[in-house]
Protein backbone atom coordinates (compact mmCIF):
# COMPACT_ATOMS: atom_id res chain seq x y z
CA UNK A 1 0.00 0.00 0.00
CA UNK A 2 1.47 3.94 -1.20
CA UNK A 3 2.12 5.70 2.28
CA UNK A 4 0.40 9.05 2.18
CA UNK A 5 2.28 12.06 1.38
CA UNK A 6 2.30 14.80 3.85
CA UNK A 7 3.54 18.27 2.18
CA UNK A 8 4.47 21.02 4.26
CA UNK A 9 4.34 24.44 2.56
CA UNK A 10 7.24 26.82 3.76
CA UNK A 11 7.55 27.69 7.46
CA UNK A 12 6.33 24.11 8.72
CA UNK A 13 9.02 21.79 8.30
CA UNK A 14 9.18 21.29 12.34
CA UNK A 15 6.09 19.42 12.90
CA UNK A 16 6.23 18.36 9.43
CA UNK A 17 9.02 15.84 10.46
CA UNK A 18 6.96 15.20 13.70
CA UNK A 19 3.58 14.53 12.14
CA UNK A 20 5.35 12.45 9.10
CA UNK A 21 6.87 9.71 11.91
CA UNK A 22 3.48 9.66 13.94
CA UNK A 23 1.34 9.24 10.36
CA UNK A 24 4.22 6.98 9.04
CA UNK A 25 4.04 9.03 6.15
CA UNK A 26 6.59 9.89 3.48
CA UNK A 27 7.34 13.49 3.22
CA UNK A 28 7.09 15.16 0.15
CA UNK A 29 8.75 18.63 -1.23
CA UNK A 30 7.50 21.42 -3.11
CA UNK A 31 9.38 24.70 -4.29
CA UNK A 32 7.58 27.82 -3.24
CA UNK A 33 8.87 31.28 -4.50
CA UNK A 34 8.07 34.73 -5.23
CA UNK A 35 8.54 36.40 -8.82
CA UNK A 36 9.56 39.97 -8.81
CA UNK A 37 6.32 41.17 -9.10
CA UNK A 38 5.50 39.50 -6.57
CA UNK A 39 3.75 36.43 -8.21
CA UNK A 40 3.62 32.86 -6.78
CA UNK A 41 5.84 30.59 -8.10
CA UNK A 42 5.19 26.80 -6.89
CA UNK A 43 6.78 23.31 -8.44
CA UNK A 44 6.42 19.94 -6.67
CA UNK A 45 9.53 18.01 -6.12
CA UNK A 46 7.87 15.43 -5.69
CA UNK A 47 6.10 12.71 -7.67
CA UNK A 48 2.51 12.70 -6.05
CA UNK A 49 0.59 10.92 -9.06
CA UNK A 50 -1.90 8.48 -7.65
CA UNK A 51 -0.88 9.20 -3.99
CA UNK A 52 -3.18 11.08 -1.05
CA UNK A 53 -1.39 14.08 -0.18
CA UNK A 54 -1.83 16.32 3.05
CA UNK A 55 -0.64 19.32 2.98
CA UNK A 56 0.34 21.01 6.13
CA UNK A 57 -0.18 24.56 6.28
CA UNK A 58 -1.17 26.50 9.70
CA UNK A 59 -3.10 30.00 9.19
CA UNK A 60 -1.34 32.63 11.18
CA UNK A 61 -1.15 35.81 8.88
CA UNK A 62 -3.30 33.46 6.38
CA UNK A 63 -3.12 36.70 3.70
CA UNK A 64 0.63 35.59 2.58
CA UNK A 65 -0.23 32.21 3.03
CA UNK A 66 -3.14 31.18 1.56
CA UNK A 67 -2.75 31.57 -2.12
CA UNK A 68 0.86 29.30 -2.06
CA UNK A 69 -1.68 26.60 -0.41
CA UNK A 70 -4.56 27.14 -2.78
CA UNK A 71 -2.26 26.92 -5.83
CA UNK A 72 -0.65 23.60 -4.10
CA UNK A 73 -3.63 22.21 -3.43
CA UNK A 74 -4.81 22.98 -7.03
CA UNK A 75 -1.49 21.84 -9.16
CA UNK A 76 -1.70 18.54 -6.75
CA UNK A 77 -5.51 18.05 -8.41
CA UNK A 78 -4.04 18.47 -11.09
CA UNK A 79 -1.01 15.75 -11.27
CA UNK A 80 -3.68 13.29 -10.48
CA UNK A 81 -3.22 13.00 -6.36
CA UNK A 82 -5.77 10.74 -4.93
CA UNK A 83 -6.95 13.26 -3.01
CA UNK A 84 -5.98 16.44 -1.12
CA UNK A 85 -6.18 17.08 2.29
CA UNK A 86 -4.96 19.60 4.49
CA UNK A 87 -3.71 19.61 8.15
CA UNK A 88 -3.87 23.56 9.24
CA UNK A 89 -3.00 23.52 13.41
CA UNK A 90 -4.21 27.07 13.54
CA UNK A 91 -7.06 28.06 10.85
CA UNK A 92 -7.75 31.43 10.66
CA UNK A 93 -10.72 33.69 9.26
CA UNK A 94 -13.31 31.91 11.93
CA UNK A 95 -13.75 35.21 14.08
CA UNK A 96 -16.30 37.45 11.57
CA UNK A 97 -18.75 34.92 11.61
CA UNK A 98 -21.55 37.50 11.55
CA UNK A 99 -22.34 40.73 9.95
CA UNK A 100 -22.36 42.81 13.32
CA UNK A 101 -22.10 46.07 11.37
CA UNK A 102 -24.32 47.07 8.24
CA UNK A 103 -22.08 45.93 5.53
CA UNK A 104 -19.34 43.76 7.01
CA UNK A 105 -18.21 40.80 5.20
CA UNK A 106 -18.87 37.50 7.33
CA UNK A 107 -15.36 36.26 6.07
CA UNK A 108 -15.61 33.33 7.79
CA UNK A 109 -18.29 31.84 5.87
CA UNK A 110 -16.31 33.03 2.13
CA UNK A 111 -13.38 31.71 3.44
CA UNK A 112 -15.00 28.69 4.67
CA UNK A 113 -16.80 28.30 0.66
CA UNK A 114 -12.81 29.20 -0.97
CA UNK A 115 -11.10 26.59 0.82
CA UNK A 116 -13.76 23.86 0.43
CA UNK A 117 -13.95 24.05 -2.92
CA UNK A 118 -9.60 23.15 -3.11
CA UNK A 119 -9.36 20.43 -1.01
CA UNK A 120 -11.20 16.79 0.17
CA UNK A 121 -10.84 17.01 3.78
CA UNK A 122 -9.25 18.93 6.86
CA UNK A 123 -7.83 18.54 10.26
CA UNK A 124 -7.36 21.50 13.01
CA UNK A 125 -6.87 22.77 16.30
CA UNK A 126 -9.25 24.62 18.29
CA UNK A 127 -10.87 26.89 15.80
CA UNK A 128 -12.46 30.10 17.45
CA UNK A 129 -16.26 28.08 17.33
CA UNK A 130 -17.87 31.08 19.65
CA UNK A 131 -20.99 31.16 17.98
CA UNK A 132 -20.69 28.24 15.75
CA UNK A 133 -21.68 24.53 17.15
CA UNK A 134 -19.17 22.88 14.52
CA UNK A 135 -17.01 23.58 11.38
CA UNK A 136 -19.68 22.00 9.50
CA UNK A 137 -21.97 24.59 9.58
CA UNK A 138 -19.27 26.53 7.14
CA UNK A 139 -17.25 23.91 5.63
CA UNK A 140 -18.76 21.48 3.22
CA UNK A 141 -15.93 18.74 3.43
CA UNK A 142 -14.81 16.15 6.38
CA UNK A 143 -13.29 17.99 8.91
CA UNK A 144 -12.16 17.38 12.57
CA UNK A 145 -11.01 19.91 15.19
CA UNK A 146 -9.17 18.41 18.13
CA UNK A 147 -9.21 19.87 21.80
CA UNK A 148 -5.96 20.75 22.97
CA UNK A 149 -7.70 21.24 26.09
CA UNK A 150 -6.40 17.61 27.29
CA UNK A 151 -2.81 18.59 26.84
CA UNK A 152 -2.82 21.73 28.48
CA UNK A 153 -4.26 20.00 31.79
CA UNK A 154 -1.01 17.39 31.09
CA UNK A 155 1.39 20.58 31.35
CA UNK A 156 -0.61 22.55 34.22
CA UNK A 157 -0.63 19.34 36.47
CA UNK A 158 3.08 18.75 35.67
CA UNK A 159 4.30 22.41 35.72
CA UNK A 160 2.46 24.46 37.88
CA UNK A 161 2.34 24.63 41.95
CA UNK A 162 -1.46 24.77 43.26
CA UNK A 163 -3.24 26.15 39.88
CA UNK A 164 -6.12 28.19 39.48
CA UNK A 165 -7.50 28.36 36.18
CA UNK A 166 -8.41 31.69 34.77
CA UNK A 167 -10.84 32.03 31.88
CA UNK A 168 -11.03 35.43 29.78
CA UNK A 169 -14.41 35.58 29.09
CA UNK A 170 -18.00 33.76 29.52
CA UNK A 171 -17.50 32.07 26.29
CA UNK A 172 -14.49 30.33 27.52
CA UNK A 173 -16.33 28.82 30.40
CA UNK A 174 -16.53 24.89 28.69
CA UNK A 175 -13.55 24.44 27.46
CA UNK A 176 -11.37 26.03 30.77
CA UNK A 177 -13.99 24.20 33.27
CA UNK A 178 -12.82 20.90 31.17
CA UNK A 179 -9.26 21.73 31.35
CA UNK A 180 -9.78 22.62 35.19
CA UNK A 181 -11.40 19.04 35.60
CA UNK A 182 -8.72 17.52 34.09
CA UNK A 183 -6.10 18.89 35.88
CA UNK A 184 -7.73 18.41 39.00
CA UNK A 185 -7.85 22.40 39.75
CA UNK A 186 -10.15 25.46 40.47
CA UNK A 187 -11.04 27.29 37.71
CA UNK A 188 -13.39 30.73 37.47
CA UNK A 189 -14.16 32.62 34.32
CA UNK A 190 -13.91 36.46 33.92
CA UNK A 191 -16.57 39.06 32.43
CA UNK A 192 -14.56 40.77 28.98
CA UNK A 193 -16.05 43.35 27.53
CA UNK A 194 -14.07 44.20 24.07
CA UNK A 195 -13.90 48.69 22.96
CA UNK A 196 -13.04 47.43 19.48
CA UNK A 197 -9.85 45.28 18.33
CA UNK A 198 -7.11 46.07 20.87
CA UNK A 199 -9.02 48.08 24.02
CA UNK A 200 -10.53 45.44 26.56
CA UNK A 201 -12.27 45.70 29.89
CA UNK A 202 -12.64 42.96 32.60
CA UNK A 203 -14.41 42.16 35.98
CA UNK A 204 -12.73 40.35 38.49
CA UNK A 205 -13.91 38.80 41.70
CA UNK A 206 -12.50 38.91 44.94
CA UNK A 207 -9.68 36.85 44.85
CA UNK A 208 -9.34 36.90 48.25
CA UNK A 209 -9.80 33.07 48.64
CA UNK A 210 -6.89 31.93 45.95
CA UNK A 211 -3.78 34.21 47.68
CA UNK A 212 -2.05 30.21 47.81
CA UNK A 213 -3.42 29.24 44.57
CA UNK A 214 -0.77 30.06 41.05
CA UNK A 215 -3.35 32.04 38.50
CA UNK A 216 -2.86 30.30 35.08
CA UNK A 217 -4.62 32.43 32.35
CA UNK A 218 -6.37 30.49 29.22
CA UNK A 219 -7.23 31.42 26.39
CA UNK A 220 -7.62 29.70 23.04
CA UNK A 221 -6.06 32.74 20.93
CA UNK A 222 -2.98 34.98 22.01
CA UNK A 223 -3.09 37.57 19.40
CA UNK A 224 -2.38 40.97 21.36
CA UNK A 225 -2.41 39.87 24.39
CA UNK A 226 -4.57 42.52 25.62
CA UNK A 227 -6.76 40.66 27.82
CA UNK A 228 -4.15 38.73 29.65
CA UNK A 229 -2.22 41.90 29.95
CA UNK A 230 -5.68 43.54 31.87
CA UNK A 231 -5.85 40.48 33.83
CA UNK A 232 -2.12 40.50 34.80
CA UNK A 233 -2.44 44.09 36.21
CA UNK A 234 -5.36 43.18 38.05
CA UNK A 235 -3.75 39.66 39.79
CA UNK A 236 -1.01 42.02 40.41
CA UNK A 237 -3.06 44.50 42.48
CA UNK A 238 -4.53 41.56 44.16
CA UNK A 239 -1.50 40.68 45.49
CA UNK A 240 -1.39 37.47 43.27
CA UNK A 241 1.33 35.14 42.61
CA UNK A 242 3.00 35.81 39.11
CA UNK A 243 0.29 34.39 36.73
CA UNK A 244 1.44 31.58 33.65
CA UNK A 245 -0.10 32.50 30.51
CA UNK A 246 -1.26 29.47 28.61
CA UNK A 247 -2.58 29.58 25.13
CA UNK A 248 -3.88 27.02 22.38
CA UNK A 249 -2.64 29.32 19.35
CA UNK A 250 0.20 32.23 19.80
CA UNK A 251 -0.17 34.78 17.28
CA UNK A 252 1.58 37.09 19.63
CA UNK A 253 1.08 40.44 17.42
CA UNK A 254 2.45 43.67 18.17
CA UNK A 255 5.18 42.57 20.24
CA UNK A 256 2.67 40.57 22.76
CA UNK A 257 5.20 38.33 24.46
CA UNK A 258 7.38 41.21 25.03
CA UNK A 259 4.31 43.05 26.87
CA UNK A 260 2.88 39.85 28.92
CA UNK A 261 6.90 39.50 30.27
CA UNK A 262 7.06 43.28 31.59
CA UNK A 263 3.26 43.05 32.17
CA UNK A 264 4.07 40.31 35.04
CA UNK A 265 3.68 36.84 33.37
CA UNK A 266 6.00 34.58 35.27
CA UNK A 267 6.00 32.13 31.81
CA UNK A 268 3.95 32.50 28.51
CA UNK A 269 3.42 28.56 26.80
CA UNK A 270 1.66 27.42 23.76
CA UNK A 271 0.93 24.17 22.09
CA UNK A 272 3.05 24.11 18.90
CA UNK A 273 0.42 25.23 16.07
CA UNK A 274 2.11 28.01 15.55
CA UNK A 275 5.99 27.78 15.36
CA UNK A 276 7.29 30.11 18.66
CA UNK A 277 9.70 29.87 21.21
CA UNK A 278 6.88 29.49 23.69
CA UNK A 279 5.85 25.87 22.30
CA UNK A 280 5.95 23.33 24.96
CA UNK A 281 2.47 21.56 24.41
CA UNK A 282 2.93 18.77 21.45
CA UNK A 283 -0.40 18.24 19.57
CA UNK A 284 1.47 15.91 17.18
CA UNK A 285 -0.39 12.71 18.22
CA UNK A 286 -3.73 14.06 18.24
CA UNK A 287 -3.35 15.83 14.74
CA UNK A 288 -1.62 11.71 13.37
CA UNK A 289 -5.11 10.34 15.37
CA UNK A 290 -7.35 12.76 13.35
CA UNK A 291 -5.40 12.57 10.10
CA UNK A 292 -5.81 8.87 9.67
CA UNK A 293 -9.81 8.98 10.95
CA UNK A 294 -10.75 11.84 8.26
CA UNK A 295 -8.18 11.22 5.48
CA UNK A 296 -10.19 7.81 5.41
CA UNK A 297 -13.33 9.21 5.20
CA UNK A 298 -12.43 11.96 2.14
CA UNK A 299 -13.71 10.61 -1.22
CA UNK A 300 -12.68 12.71 -4.59
CA UNK A 301 -16.21 14.29 -6.14
Same mark, same amino acid.
Given at each position: ?145 ? @???? !? =?? *?? $????? /????? %? +? ?44 ? @???? !? =?? *?? $????? /????? %? +? ?68
Amino acid at each position: MTRQLLVPLPGNDRLADRLADALGADIGRIAVRRFPDGETYLRYETPINGRSIALLCTLDHPDNKFLPLAFAAAAARDLHAATVGLVSPYLAYMRQDRRFQAGEAVTSTYFARILSSQIDWMVTVDPHLHRRSSLAEIYNIPTAAI @HAAP !L =IS *DW $VRGNV /TAPLL %I +GPDTESEQWVSRTAHDAGAPHMVLEKVRHGDRTVEISFPDMGRWRG @HTPV !L =ID *DI $VSTGR /TMIEA %I +GHLRREGMRPPVCVAAHGIFAEGALERLVEAGAARVVTTNTIPHPTNAIDVTTLLAESVRVVAKSAVRS
